[in-house]
């Protein structure tokens, strides 16, 4: 109930719902907070590779992968192996993945998660390999080497074991070395689209318009999720300080009502856009005691039973009393918060009730339940 309570000021503090005071409406923002240009992307890269001088947390002799992968690595370098004599404790198989940011260069370094693939206990203390990394579409667009550095540590002995974190993932600080870059044109035919982070026609509307009200009729909303520009003639040398300032832009987004649960941790978050139709509100519950009573049976003198625990159940129910609140046709959340409160609705109960306004017709306003 506590935790209910806390939430309740939670939602009037956010959305300033103390009696009296109206459901706020949305505040003003950036546009680079609720957008970004259309072009603008990271891209992922994944490779194989190997981690050497491990201290005895290697894959196990039975990995096979990591044996083939050795005996190709040392051929490579004019060195013929038999695979049966190589020891695998110092060395596990990985998978390297890393982020590609934007308008990165040649030479630039950045972090690479490695990861075991094998039945490695351990990668801490590990180096990893010269590793490609590739994107999608099958070029290197990074090598990675490194130091692997890793969070988690893992320590036993007699049987017992004590484990921190994941010691099987690790980082490589600064061992990727970008060898290719995405090229990137933005606004090089003279127009730029900007996408909504969150998809909706007004907003896109508002934007269209803060923009051609700034700089003239230059931009129209393609749909709910874009916006296309067309960048005016004495930016067109300085797209980059176009864009600057286009971000700075500021705009009132528009969502949807929404209500937000979490069944797991018993979490309610409503947005300031909510309302709902007069309903009225029962709650009450019950609840079912079940409690065993043993019974020892004994057998009488000088005979050949035996001992026997009977079970013997006592079953009781209650049913506690219900309360009964009509909550009017309101677009104040704090009426609806208070109306939930005042039937004595746990985080649980108010799920049930929000789930059954919904199901009624009475709530306005998107549910969604995480």
Request: net charge negative; glycine share 12%.
């Amino acid at each position: 109930m506590k935790k209910f309570a806390a939430a309740l000021l939670l939602l009037a503090l956010v959305f300033g719902t103390f009696p009296g005071i109206a459901s706020a409406e949305s505040a003003v923002t950036r546009l680079k907070d609720i957008s970004k240009v259309q072009g603008v992307r990271s891209n992922q890269l994944m490779g194989y590779g190997l981690v050497v001088g491990l201290n005895g947390t290697g894959d196990g002799s039975s990995s096979g992968e990591t044996l083939q992968s050795i005996a190709n690595m040392l051929i490579s370098y004019g060195i013929n192996v038999n695979t049966s004599s190589i020891k695998l404790k110092n060395a596990a198989a990985v998978m390297v993945t890393a982020t590609l940011p934007p308008f990165v260069r040649e030479g630039d370094a950045l972090d690479v998660t490695v990861s075991s693939i094998g039945d490695a206990k351990s990668l801490r203390g590990g180096t990893l390999l010269q590793t490609p990394l590739k994107a999608g579409n099958g070029e290197v667009y990074v090598v990675a080497q490194g130091a692997v550095s890793t969070g988690g540590f893992t320590a036993g002995s007699g049987g017992s074991n004590v484990q921190a974190a994941f010691p099987t993932v690790g980082i490589a600080v600064n061992a990727g070395i970008v060898e290719r870059t995405v090229e990137d044109d933005i606004g090089g035919d003279g127009r730029i689209s900007i996408s909504l982070s969150r998809a909706d026609f007004t907003t896109a509307s508002r934007v269209a318009g803060a923009i051609n009200a700034q700089y003239g009729n230059i931009a129209q909303a393609a749909n709910a999720g874009r916006v296309d520009v067309s960048i005016p003639s004495y930016y067109r040398g300085n797209v980059v300080s176009f864009i600057a300032s286009l971000e700075e832009l500021p705009i009132r987004p528009d969502n949807m009502a929404r209500v937000v649960v979490n069944e797991r941790t018993g979490t309610i978050i409503m947005g300031g856009d909510v309302s709902v139709d007069a309903v009225a509100i029962t709650q009450g519950g019950i609840t079912i005691r079940i409690q065993a009573n043993p019974d020892v049976s004994q057998p009488g003198p000088f005979s050949y039973g035996n001992t026997v625990v009977t079970e013997n159940p006592d079953v009781s129910v209650s049913e506690a009393k219900g309360s009964t609140i009509v909550l009017p046709a309101t677009t104040n959340v704090s009426d609806i918060v208070g109306a939930l409160n005042t039937v004595g609705a746990t985080p649980r109960d108010t799920i049930s009730i929000l789930q059954a306004m919904k199901a009624a017709g009475a709530l306005h306003a998107e549910l969604e339940i995480i």
